[in-house]
């Protein structure tokens, strides 16, 4: 007597989904809907399977793909069709996860096997372009129509695929439709709206980021147009507080992780440095978590660049967004009011309370990561930041606003020459004071071997910008000058002792003579923008008690006079004529000293007796030098075209990823919660195959009339579902 295994048994193979069969039948060149005019009515209730449809898309080949693509065109074409139906939410959903499947698993064919022209035949349809219009048109429709939240989720989703498609935007094909049929208009009006800015607000911004760099030095971008030219209050700070929410989240991690690392046991410290050495730098935490930022620091590199209008938003404070967490306001109501006696205290001024405060906050933590290129590449993406900001007349007035003060905690790195303030949040002052701070720390952080030159050159050209707005406004910011001048003199000390080690790699010379300039614009204009007269008394100083630090500059300079080969001849010429002045003033000073030592039978005078001799003999004439408070307006082409294109590749690449996650997510999720939501009674049939009928795919002919529940359709050999 023969026995029959339970249909419960671990030998027992699951039959094939519906859907699953559908896709193979499809790719295998036959037609299904064939004596079926209501297949794909009923084709669209079924649950997509993302990972079916991509894995039978992953097996095409130079033969195959010729007969399966009049099916795979007939598929997209009644998926756009199927878009109109937006009174039938199952239907739209599904066919927005469908098109998304498809357009991801031809792209990702494409990209895997570059040989395999997938996308030319695909997309290559002669029809194509009309459908891709028509896709368009129901995208912008979705996402300004009263749909449910996952239909417009899903249509951001499918977007997102579009664009994200190529490693290089400039060659993905699908970028056309979306620059013809722009959605700018829907995008602004989703950020403008707290409620869908809260849920989408984060595609949105990425979505705009990535289609702003579609072709933007070669041809007309309709995105970057309507970018530049936004005026919507309500749609710029919605674009801001998308990025604020993304830093202020990133710097409230870093400092729970602090908190943590200091109330930890020294054994479990040990334990995670010694951990550290044997995990490469790329894939450490904190790195990726940097990476994580790329995509919303050149959303905002992009706003302060093209649009003036955006730099209104940076000081306005995000109290959507930006609130640390309480304990009340995590309660339902049926919870009882806890004691707040026992709370734990929160520190609100550890937290970023704007956008510029979260930027600056964000940078101080970046800078203490030095060690890998995605770190630096995102810090040289915050100083091009800071240099827009820095060049624009309305941020320098908020930025140096007295009566617009903040205290931020700008994080700094341990070193073994200074002892850290166990106080890391600073006195209550203006932006202006804190980015200089910003400034400081980075130039007496950075000297190394490994010597980031262009971000050296970036960050001097921000201070330069600052002093050229105050000299020009005449703007006298009460800022203890004496920690940059040291900085700054500190930094060409590290340029002559390392001069045979980095004279071989870099042009010292160019940021040598940036550095003099910034001494000559005090120099020069110093009357104009320093607070006190003590602070000239206080610069002459410094002058002349690190007097050995430009004399070997100025020996240094004119050794490279004499030699023919010297491919920074230009620079060293400039830099021998900007150090006239300061020689002049140290030669000046230190003779006076001299004979005031002389006069006085002293050997060691103190910091108040040379000071007094600087305020008594100022009778020195100087050298008026040109252009000292002009500088080169910033412009992100030619210099910084392949690090954008480096970077914009990164953040597609980025987002790919994790799109994969959402769409296949959302697949086995989405279905039921649009069901729910509608409450509405909806007729389901299954599809009627034409062709060979298979055991296990054969589905139960049955019409379900359901309200307020979930319609299921499952085949006759499955596993009873829970």
């Not at 992953?58 to 099916?71: D, H, I, R, Y």
């Not at 700094?412 to 200074?418: G, L, T, V």
């Not at 001048?485 to 940021?511: D, P």
């Amino acid at each position: 007597m023969t026995s029959r295994k339970r249909s419960g048994s671990g030998s027992t193979k699951r039959p094939k989904e519906k859907v699953v069969y559908i896709y193979e039948l499809l790719c295998r060149g036959e037609d299904p809907s064939t004596d079926s005019p209501e297949f794909w009515n009923e084709f669209f209730l079924l649950q997509p399977n993302f990972e079916a449809l991509e894995m039978e898309i992953g097996k095409f080949n130079s033969e195959t793909l010729q007969m399966v693509k009049p099916n795979l065109n007939m598929l997209i074409q009644k998926c756009i069709e199927m878009l109109n139906a937006d009174d039938h939410p199952k239907r739209l959903c599904n066919s927005l996860q469908t098109l998304c499947s498809l357009f991801y698993g031809i792209f990702k064919k494409a990209n895997v096997d570059p040989t395999f022209n997938i996308l030319q035949e695909v997309f290559g349809h002669e029809k194509m372009d009309e459908w891709l219009k028509l896709l368009m048109q129901y995208c912008n429709r979705i996402l300004l129509g009263d749909v449910t939240e996952n239909s417009r989720f899903m249509c951001l989703k499918l977007l997102m695929v579009l664009v994200t498609g190529t490693d290089n935007v400039n060659q993905n094909a699908l970028f056309e439709p979306l620059m013809m049929h722009s959605m700018f208009d829907a995008f602004v009006r989703l950020l403008s709206d707290p409620t869908t800015r809260g849920q989408h607000g984060h595609d949105i911004v990425i979505l705009l980021t990535i289609l702003v760099n579609y072709r933007k030095h070669e041809a007309t971008n309709p995105y970057v147009v309507q970018l530049s030219i936004l005026a919507d209050e309500l749609a710029l700070n919605g674009y801001g507080q998308m990025i604020s929410q993304s830093l202020i989240d990133f710097c409230r991690q870093y400092i729970q992780s602090l908190n943590n690392v200091q109330s930890s046991s020294w054994f479990s410290s040990l334990s995670n440095i010694v951990g550290n050495m044997f995990v490469s730098d790329e894939g450490c935490e904190r790195v990726q978590q940097i990476k994580a930022n790329n995509g919303l620091l050149l959303a905002l590199y992009e706003a302060v660049h093209l649009n003036r209008n955006f730099i209104t938003t940076l000081a306005h404070t995000q109290a959507e967004s930006s609130a640390p967490p309480s304990p009340s306001n995590t309660l339902s109501l049926t919870q009882p009011t806890p004691d707040l006696a026992s709370a734990p205290i929160i520190d609100i001024t550890q937290y970023p309370t704007n956008l510029l405060v979260a930027v600056f906050q964000y940078c101080s933590i970046v800078m203490q990561d030095n060690k890998n290129e995605s770190s630096i590449a995102n810090l040289k993406l915050c100083f091009l930041i800071l240099t827009c900001i820095s060049e624009d007349q309305y941020a320098n007035s908020i930025m140096h606003d007295s009566n617009l003060t903040f205290k931020v905690m700008l994080h700094r790195a341990q070193m073994r020459h200074r002892k850290l303030n166990v106080d890391r949040v600073g006195k209550s002052q203006p932006l202006a004071a804190t980015l200089l701070d910003l400034l400081v720390e980075f130039i007496v952080s950075h000297l190394m071997k490994k010597f980031p030159m262009e971000l050296y050159l970036l960050c001097i050209g921000v201070i330069h910008r600052i002093l050229c707005y105050q000299k020009r406004c005449r703007v006298r910011l009460n800022y203890p000058w004496k920690e940059l001048w040291s900085a700054l003199i500190g930094l060409l000390r590290f340029l002559v002792n390392q001069e045979q080690t980095l004279v071989k790699k870099c042009n010292i010379f160019h940021l040598s003579l940036q550095v003099v300039n910034i001494f000559n614009l005090f120099i020069t204009y110093g009357d104009t923008f320093l607070a006190t007269t003590n602070s000239y008394d206080e610069l002459y100083y410094e002058l002349n008690r690190e007097e050995k630090v430009f004399t070997e500059i100025h020996a240094m300079v004119l050794r490279y006079t004499t030699m023919p080969d010297c491919e920074y001849k230009d620079d060293v010429i400039k830099l021998l004529n900007a150090l006239v002045n300061i020689l002049a003033i140290v030669k000046h000073f230190q003779n006076k000293i001299k004979e005031w030592l002389a006069e006085q039978g002293l050997s060691t005078p103190t910091e108040d007796q040379i000071l007094d001799v600087v305020r008594k003999n100022y009778d020195l004439t100087l050298k008026l030098q040109d252009s000292l408070d002009q500088y080169e307006r910033y412009a992100e082409a030619p210099l910084h075209t392949n690090f954008f294109k480096t970077m914009v590749r990164d953040v597609v690449n980025d987002t790919r990823k994790h799109i994969y996650g959402y769409v296949k997510e959302a697949v086995s999720i989405i279905p039921e919660q649009e069901m729910l939501l509608t409450g509405a009674a909806v007729t389901t049939t299954t599809p009627t195959i034409a062709g060979p009928s298979t055991t296990s795919c054969t589905t139960t002919p049955t019409s379900t009339t359901t309200s307020n529940t979930v319609t299921e359709i499952t085949a006759v050999a499955t596993t009873p579902s829970t």
